[in-house]
T-cell receptor, first 113, second 112 residues
Framework: EADIYQTPRYLVIGTGKKITLECSQT?????MYWYQQDPGMELHLIHYSYGVNSTEKGDLSSESTVSRIRTEHFPLTLESARPSHTSQYLC????????????FGSGTQLSVL | EDKVVQSPLSLVVHEGDTVTLNCSYEVTNFRSLLWYKQEKKAPTFLFMLTSSGIEKKSGRLSSILDKKELFSILNITATQTGDSAVYLCAVNYGGSQGNLIFGKGTKLSVKP
C-alpha cells in the first residue's frame, strides 16, 4: 500500500547529539517537504525538494539540513541538537499535478533535554 | 504579510450538532485553499477549493470559498465523536507550488 513513513515516532535526546529523522514514501511522488509544528501553532515549512538532488529552504529558518539522494527518501539531520529544536516534525509528499495536496507522515516528536 | 486566521480556535459540541469552522486569509497570488483534518499527528486531506461559490461536499462535510471576501467555511453536520480533531486551513500562495501557509487550526471536540 502506498504510504509515507516517518521514524522514529518519538525521540528524546541530550543536547549536542547528532540526529537524523527518517522519511520515506512509496507514493511515487517527486515533491517532498518537512514541516515543523509546535503545540497549538501553525505548521511551518522548513525544507522542500522537487526531486533527486534538489533541496530548498522553506519559510521558517532552521538549523537542520536535508538530502535527497533517492526519490523515495528525504532525511532531516540536526548536527548538534539543542532544547530549542524540541518540536514535532512532519514529513509530507505530493505529486506535480496537485502539488498543494500533501500526504503527511505520522510525524516525529523530538525532545532535546 | 501573508496570513491565514482560523476561528474559533477550539469548539466543544455534542453528537448530532452542526458546526461551522471559519478560515480567513490575506495572501498575495492566491492559488487555492485547502482543509486538512489532524487526528493524533498526521494531517489528512479533506478539500481543495479554487473557485468562488462552488461547494465541495464529502458525506457530512462540506466547504465553500468566497474569494471576494477572502474566507472559507467548513461545515460538519450531524457530528460524531470520530469528528473530534484539529481542522487545519491552508492557502497556496503561489510561489513554489505546494508551499502552503497554514492557520493555527480549530480544535473540535465532540462529546457523546
Amino acid at each position: 500500500e502506498a504510504d509515507i513513513y516517518q521514524t522514529p515516532r518519538y525521540l528524546v535526546i541530550g543536547t549536542g547529539k547528532k540526529i537524523t529523522l527518517e522519511c520515506s514514501q512509496t507514493m511515487g511522488h517527486d515533491k517532498m517537504y518537512w514541516y515543523q509544528q509546535d503545540p497549538g501553532m501553525e505548521l511551518h515549512l522548513i525544507h522542500y525538494s522537487y526531486g533527486v538532488n534538489s533541496t530548498e529552504k522553506g519559510d521558517l529558518s532552521s538549523e537542520s539540513t536535508v538530502s535527497r539522494i533517492r526519490t523515495e527518501h528525504f532525511p532531516l539531520t540536526l548536527e548538534s541538537a539543542r532544547p530549542s529544536h524540541t518540536s514535532q516534525y512532519l514529513c509530507a509528499s505530493s505529486d506535480y499535478i496537485h502539488g498543494e495536496k500533501l500526504f503527511f507522515g505520522s510525524g516525529t516528536q523530538l525532545s532535546v533535554l | 504579510e501573508d496570513k491565514v486566521v482560523q476561528s474559533p480556535l477550539s469548539l466543544v459540541v455534542h453528537e448530532g450538532d452542526t458546526v461551522t469552522l471559519n478560515c480567513s486569509y490575506e495572501v498575495t497570488n492566491f492559488r487555492s485553499l485547502l482543509w486538512y483534518k489532524q487526528e493524533k499527528k498526521a494531517p489528512t486531506f479533506l478539500f481543495m477549493l479554487t473557485s468562488s461559490g462552488i461547494e465541495k461536499k464529502s458525506g457530512r462535510l462540506s466547504s465553500i470559498l468566497d474569494k471576494k471576501e477572502l474566507f472559507s467555511i467548513l461545515n460538519i453536520t450531524a457530528t460524531q465523536t470520530g469528528d473530534s480533531a484539529v481542522y487545519l486551513c491552508a492557502v497556496n500562495y503561489g510561489g513554489s507550488q505546494g508551499n502552503l501557509i497554514f492557520g493555527k487550526g480549530t480544535k473540535l471536540s465532540v462529546k457523546p
